[in-house]
T-cell receptor
Framework: GQSLEQPSEVTAVEGAIVQINCTYQ??????LSWYQQHDGGAPTFLSY????GLEETGRFSSFLSRSDSYGYLLLQELQMKDSASYFC??????????FGSGTKLNVKP | DTAVSQTPKYLVTQMGNDKSIKCEQN?????MYWYKQDSKKFLKIMFS???????INETVPNRFSPKSPDKAHLNLHINSLELGDSAVYFC????????????FGPGTRLTVL
């Protein structure tokens, strides 16, 4: 089986930086993805890490440490529109993605 | 242009009924998925098809039967609906079964009364 842990809720102010952590336990690990989901909306892809290190895409960065079974999503220059749920997902056995329960990010003015 | 579309968006039905949800993607992808998101927002994979062949079948009651008539369509039929089936069902697609990125549809909110 597999398990993923991420904080249930995080609050930050506009313009700040926030880090959302994800720890996982799984066999057959291939990589870690991050998705954003606004209330009532569909999950949308943010990033994927297969190798250790930091991947940067605009204001968002994602980090993976395979040896620590740990990753995080870093959001910089927070905007109100970043208020959403963020899911980490492990890629297991090549073609299966298992999602965590999500972190609700509240951005306050 | 809608990339991944689902119908219906909302579905309210009685226990014991049979219902279907349809999904279509116009991205030219060859792999499609069904996910279930429960009230706690836990998103769980149910099925995946690659080139119309079933490649992932998680531990799902056999009341759920997916069908892929072609690479662009994946339908989900549910028999004898139960209260616990109430959830949002998302269809997704990707280019290849090993793709890093999946594109999700808008979801179908199923409520079983």
């Amino acid at each position: 089986g597999q398990s993923l842990e991420q904080p249930s809720e995080v609050t930050a102010v506009e313009g700040a930086i926030v880090q959302i952590n994800c720890t996982y336990q799984t066999s057959g690990f291939y990589g870690l993805s991050w998705y954003q989901q606004h209330d009532g909306g569909a999950p949308t892809f943010l990033s994927y890490n297969a190798l250790d290190g930091l991947e940067e895409t605009g204001r968002f960065s994602s980090f993976l440490s395979r040896s620590d079974s740990y990753g995080y999503l870093l959001l910089q220059e927070l905007q109100m529109k970043d208020s959403a749920s963020y899911f980490c997902a492990v890629r297991r056995n090549f073609n299966k993605f298992y999602f965590g329960s999500g972190t609700k990010l509240n951005v306050k003015p | 242009d809608t990339a991944v579309s689902q119908t219906p968006k909302y579905l309210v039905t009685q226990m014991g009924n049979d219902k279907s949800i349809k999904c279509e993607q116009n991205l030219g992808h060859d792999t499609m998925y069904w996910y279930k998101q429960d009230s706690k927002k836990f998103l769980k994979i149910m099925f995946s098809y690659n080139n119309k062949e079933l490649i992932i079948n998680e531990t799902v009651p056999n009341r759920f039967s997916p069908k892929s008539p072609d690479k662009a369509h994946l339908n989900l039929h549910i028999n004898s609906l139960e209260l616990g089936d109430s959830a949002v069902y998302f269809c997704a697609s990707s280019q290849g079964a090993q793709a890093d990125t999946q594109y999700f549809g808008p979801g179908t909110r199923l409520t079983v009364l």
